[in-house]
Structure formats: C-alpha cells, structure tokens
C-alpha cells in the first residue's frame, strides 16, 4: 500500500508539472495560436511520458485554451475579443464571491503573503519586468485567493477561467504600457484591501479592476497574432 501511494504521488507530481509547463507554454504563445501538435510532440519537448501529459491536458479542458481533433491533435485557440469579454460575466460574479469571502475568512499568514505579492506586484511593474514575473505574481493571487476564501468550489469553477486572461494579458503586456500600468496597480490595491479585511473597499478595488480588464482586452487580436496563410 505504502509503495503504491508512493508511486501515486509521483504520479500526480508530473500530471501538476506537465499541466503549469502546457498551460504556460499556450499562454505565453510558445505554441502558437492556430497551430496543432499531439501529445507525442509536447511529451518529447518536455521530456516528460506521454500519460501524465494526456492527463495534464484532459485538466486544462476546462481552461478553453486548445480543442482536441480527433486523429489530429490539439489545436491551440485563436481566441476572440468577444469571447474574452463575454467570459468576464461569469468572472466578475464569481470574483465578487471570491474577494468578499477571503476579506472576512482570510488567515494572518494569508492576509501576509497578499501584502507580499502586493508589493512584488508593484515591483514589476515599476521596474517594467518581463511580463512572465507579473503573470506568475497573478497566477499565485488568484490561488490564493481561493484558498483563502475557504470554499472549494469557487476555485473549482473559477480557476480555469484565469487561463484564457492570462494568455491575453501576456500578449498584450506591452501594447499599452500605461494600461497594464493600470490594470497591475488595480491588482495591487485589491490584494491590500482584502489584507485589511475590509470588503466594500476591495469590491470597490474589484470594480477598478475589471474597468481596466474590459479596456485591456478588447485591444485587437491583430495587433500581435500573424496567421499564416495557408
């Protein structure tokens, strides 16, 4: 029993590693958008076997970042303007939840470690730090965040939709930089808020921030995808 709870945990190790390193490789258009390759092609890349990878993506399925075709592989989504914005209905509602609840359910450790990334936040964005460093500063928030609002299932139905923001948010870091200025100081100011405990203020933060989102998301695909013509 011992040995197989041992190799199990292996086991999941690598499913978890395959699914951050597939979900970042999409997010940061190392795999293009448009583009298909098979779980041979990103087992061998990552060096990781090709089960803990199939795992990883059945995972990601949720996250709407790619399409399995059948006999084909997996096509990385073009993802539109219109879809990103219609995804921040359900976010905004579930957010709201989300941020009310960590404010009052928190613990101090909690509370501590938003401070921090706060201020790692500013951080970057004051230093203009490569965009990869602020979107793993949000990745850890927003996990965080539902951790600390001591209900699992928020995260559950929340957590995947954090992908496709992600990946557009790294596309867009450095179109508009006084834009994602903004939209990183919301962030900041939202993490301190719910720090305090004080929740009206960082629904009124969440406002800001989601302001800031519908105005950096509908920057135009075109501007940094290429598709080819064939």
């Known amino acids: 029993m011992e040995k197989y709870k041992f190799k199990q945990k292996n086991v999941d190790f690598l499913v978890d ?4 390193k597939i979900e970042e490789m999409i997010v940061t258009a190392e795999l293009k958008p448009g583009s298909i390759v098979s779980e041979k092609e990103i087992s061998e890349y990552l ?10 993506l059945k995972r990601l399925e949720s996250t709407h970042l790619f399409k399995t075709i059948p006999r084909k592989g997996i096509l990385i989504r073009i993802v539109t303007v219109e879809e990103l914005l219609l995804q921040m209905e359900p976010r905004k509602v ?3 939840l989300v941020v009310k609840r960590a404010a009052k359910y928190a613990f101090p450790a909690e509370r501590e470690k938003l401070r921090q990334l706060a201020s790692e936040y500013r951080k970057v964005t004051e230093e203009w730090a490569p965009a990869i460093e602020a979107l793993r500063i949000d990745d850890e928030f927003n996990r965080l965040l539902c951790k600390a609002s001591k209900n699992p299932f928020i995260g559950q139905m929340l957590l995947p939709q954090h992908a496709l923001a992600r990946r557009q948010y790294y596309l867009n870091y450095f179109i508009d930089k006084e834009l994602t200025a903004r939209v990183n100081y919301s962030h900041a100011k939202l993490m301190d808020a719910i720090a305090d405990g004080d929740a009206k203020k960082a629904l009124l933060e969440l406002d800001e921030l989601f302001r800031n989102l519908k105005e950096f998301n509908s920057i135009s695909l075109s501007t ?7």
């Open 17 to 20: 590693d395959a699914s951050k």
């Open 47 to 56: 060096e990781i076997g090709r089960t803990p990878v199939r795992e990883a």
């Open 94 to 96: 579930l957010e709201e």
């Open 224 to 230: 940094w995808i290429q598709l080819d013509d064939n």
